[in-house]
Structure formats: structure tokens, C-alpha cells
């Protein structure tokens, strides 16, 4: 079993940046090194889309189109850490953001083990 609580999210204006932080906890110590992970956002009366995923090893990172080049995902398998820096944030990128974590082999689909309760991220134009 594992836990995930994300944190960092807030209210900002439009070209401003937030680093979005996953923690995670699991009864193996090890457990988290070994799973993929990914950030979903969800906006009320919409379907939950991906973001961003990273490989359990760190080597190899996935965006979606719409935020490629503005947010950077990264992990800390030391300390249990996942990560999304949001960069030119926009509006439109206003949602609550998830993470998630699994064995899952395609990293940009949702069919992940774990997920958080998520953060909200609000953009004022």
C-alpha cells in the first residue's frame, strides 16, 4: 500500500510559477523507487487528464501537449518525492492536480495503483 498527500498548489496570477510536491509513504521502504508515477489534473464537470509522468528510474519523462515545455516533473526516489514545476502558468491550467503512482507500462494512462487527494492550482487572469 501506498500513501500520497500533494502539496504546494495555491492561487496565482497568470504567468506565475508553483512547484507541486508528492509525497509518499508505503509499508516497504523501497516500494516507491520501483513504481511510476504521474500527475493528473481535473477540473469540476470535466474528465481527469494527464499531465506528466516519469519512469520509476527517473530516465525517462512524458508531457502532455498542452503543458510540454512550461511544467518540468522530476523525483527524489531518496526521499519518497515527486515533483511538478509549473511554469507561464495559465488560466486554463486551473484545476486540482493528482498524483499517482503504479507499475503501470503506459506511463500516459490513468491505470495507476495509487492516487493523492490532490491540490488545487487556481490561475487569475
Known amino acids: 500500500q501506498v500513501q500520497l498527500v500533494e502539496s504546494g498548489g495555491g492561487l496565482v496570477q497568470a504567468g506565475a510559477s508553483l512547484r507541486l510536491s508528492c509525497a509518499a509513504s508505503?509499508?516497504?521502504?523501497?516500494?516507491?523507487?520501483?513504481?511510476?508515477m504521474g500527475w493528473f489534473r481535473q477540473v469540476p464537470g470535466k474528465e481527469r487528464e494527464y499531465v506528466a509522468a516519469?519512469?520509476?528510474?527517473?530516465?525517462?519523462?512524458y508531457y502532455a501537449d498542452s503543458v510540454k515545455g512550461r511544467f518540468t516533473i522530476s523525483r527524489d526516489n531518496a526521499k519518497n518525492m515527486l515533483y511538478l514545476r509549473l511554469d507561464s502558468l495559465k488560466p486554463e491550467d486551473t484545476a486540482v492536480y493528482s498524483c499517482a503512482a503504479g507499475r503501470t507500462p503506459v506511463l500516459t494512462s490513468q491505470r495507476y495503483d495509487y492516487w493523492g487527494q490532490g491540490t488545487q492550482v487556481t490561475v487569475s487572469s
Open positions: 508505503a509499508a516497504s521502504g523501497r516500494t516507491f523507487s520501483l513504481l511510476n
Open positions: 516519469i519512469a520509476w528510474s527517473g530516465d525517462s519523462t
